[in-house]
């Protein structure tokens, strides 16, 4: 099983990137995924999720109304579309499979595979 995030870079404040995260070895559709980030200094921080139903899916505060989930099964890749973006979005940023997610919040289940992450810097 592998996950493959793309997509991170340099942005200046107020623009845009999404995240891929590619699976091979699982589908996807079978299970929730999520999407974490780490800032330096800082604990991981769950960001969003998106259940294996599509319904109901998850942003944590810091991020709502700016950041948007999705998932194409055909190509196995789950998306994180990042607007509006602000220094403070600056991290590494992981998806984990499988995750428990709900509308009020997630976790990685113990047994979670993890991408290696990408870079989001977000300059002022």
């Known amino acids: 099983v592998q996950l493959v995030e793309s997509g991170g870079g340099l942005v200046q404040a107020g623009g845009s990137l999404r995240l891929s995260c590619a699976a091979s070895g699982i589908t996807f559709d079978n299970y929730a995924i999520g999407w974490f980030r780490q800032a330096p200094g800082k604990e991981r921080e769950g960001v969003s999720c998106?259940?294996?139903?599509?319904?109901?899916?998850y942003y944590s505060d810091s991020v709502k109304g700016r950041f948007t989930i999705s998932r194409d099964s055909a190509k196995n890749t789950v998306y994180l579309q990042m607007n509006s973006l602000k220094p403070e979005d600056t991290a590494v940023y992981f998806c984990a499979a499988p995750v428990y997610c709900s509308a009020y919040g997630f976790y990685a289940s113990n047994l979670a595979y993890w991408g290696q992450g990408t870079q989001v810097t977000v300059s002022s």
């Open positions: 998106i259940s294996s139903t599509v319904s109901s899916p």
